[in-house]
């Protein structure tokens, strides 16, 4: 389990420069999500490079059925831009990304949700540009291969996820691509996502964030083999933000997720902290997110030990 020569006796910048923060979104979602910690961190002094994965952002699909009045029948005949994106596009998007930042200092990939696949696989491709993994309530495959892999576990069982399906438009075998309608009137159906997705929340919070999420994400990223190996990302030091009151990616699962990456590499085991909000909430509580960003050990030569910090009152 130890690292092969090439990552071992390539140390990662250590300049003494504050991290760029690469920000990874989740499914459904776009670099507008990070808008909210952005602006804290760059208060904080720190920089930060929010990433739009291939289709997403302004590159996402909006088609004219799914504005208002809807027209589900013609949309869930659409073809998907999203249908041929893979993870293994995602990680080569954001590698070339941590590639061009790491000439100015040392390089945090942060993830949320299922960003973590993306910032695994850039780690597996590059872990000597990367400084830290952060995961922020996020998929960190050890053991089965995708998220999807593991929601038929125990963990998963308190999810909220599930009983969403009557937001699914059309058939995503035959789209590859699974398509929620997040332009739904329907009161009962906002008001069970709302409870999976961020129940701390206001519901004009709850409306403005739904209106930033794009309908559909590619079947292909939520199955790939997104396993982090111990000789490439089992070396990069990475911290995991456990959101307790998370019904989308349960608690009991983001738990699972750290002890078995801990026991993958007992020698290199997360830095965990703890927030009290649910899945997407933690977007509403920037200045929290940022600080915790802002005291993590700062980045270190491969295998060398980091440089000590306070810990936050949040630590776990």
């Known amino acids: 389990m130890t690292a092969t020569p090439d990552h071992a006796t390539h140390p990662r910048p250590t300049d003494g420069a504050r991290p760029?923060?690469?920000?990874?979104?989740?499914?459904?979602?776009s670099s507008f999500m990070w808008a909210t910690i952005q602006r804290e961190l760059a208060l904080l002094g720190h920089r930060s490079y929010a990433v739009d994965l291939p289709g997403h952002g302004f590159d996402a699909q909006y088609p004219v059925a799914y504005q208002a009045p809807q027209d589900l029948a013609a949309w869930a005949a659409e073809e998907s831009t999203l249908a041929g994106v893979t993870l293994a596009d995602n990680v080569a998007q954001v590698t070339d990304v941590v590639r061009r930042l790491a000439g100015h200092g040392p390089?945090?990939?942060?993830?949320?949700?299922?960003?973590?696949?993306?910032?695994?696989?850039?780690?597996?491709?590059?872990?000597?540009l990367v400084s830290r993994l952060v995961?922020?309530?996020?998929?960190?495959?050890?053991?089965?291969?995708?998220?999807?892999?593991y929601m038929g576990e125990p963990e998963f069982a308190a999810s909220l996820l599930p009983r969403l399906a009557g937001l699914n438009v059309g058939d995503p075998g035959q789209l590859g691509v699974g398509r929620a309608n997040y332009r739904t009137a329907d009161r009962e159906l906002l008001a069970a996502l709302k409870a999976a997705t961020m129940a701390d929340g206001t519901d004009e919070q709850f409306l403005a964030f739904l209106n930033i999420l794009q309908p559909d994400e590619s079947l292909a990223v939520m199955t790939s083999d997104a396993r982090g190996h111990v000789d490439t990302w089992g070396t990069v030091p990475r911290s995991y933000v456990r959101l307790t009151e998370d019904l989308s990616?349960?608690?009991?699962?983001?738990?699972?997720?750290?002890?078995?990456?801990?026991?993958?590499?007992?020698?290199?085991?997360?830095?965990?902290?703890?927030?009290?909000?649910?899945?997407?909430?933690?977007?509403?509580?920037?200045?929290?997110?940022?600080?915790?960003?802002?005291?993590?050990?700062?980045?270190?030569?491969?295998?060398?030990?980091?440089?000590?910090?306070?810990?936050?009152?949040?630590?776990?």
């Open 20 to 29: 760029t923060f690469v920000l990874v979104h989740g499914s459904g979602s």
């Open 107 to 128: 390089v945090v990939l942060v993830g949320a949700s299922l960003g973590g696949t993306t910032i695994t696989g850039v780690a597996n491709e590059v872990p000597e």
């Open 135 to 149: 995961y922020i309530s996020a998929w960190s495959c050890v053991t089965h291969p995708s998220p999807v892999a």
């Open 249 to 316: 990616l349960p608690i009991a699962m983001q738990d699972r997720l750290i002890a078995e990456a801990d026991a993958l590499t007992p020698d290199n085991p997360y830095d965990v902290h703890t927030l009290t909000t649910s899945h997407a909430g933690f977007v509403l509580r920037p200045a929290e997110v940022a600080a915790l960003l802002d005291r993590l050990p700062r980045a270190t030569p491969a295998h060398g030990p980091a440089e000590p910090t306070e810990a936050p009152a949040s630590a776990h």
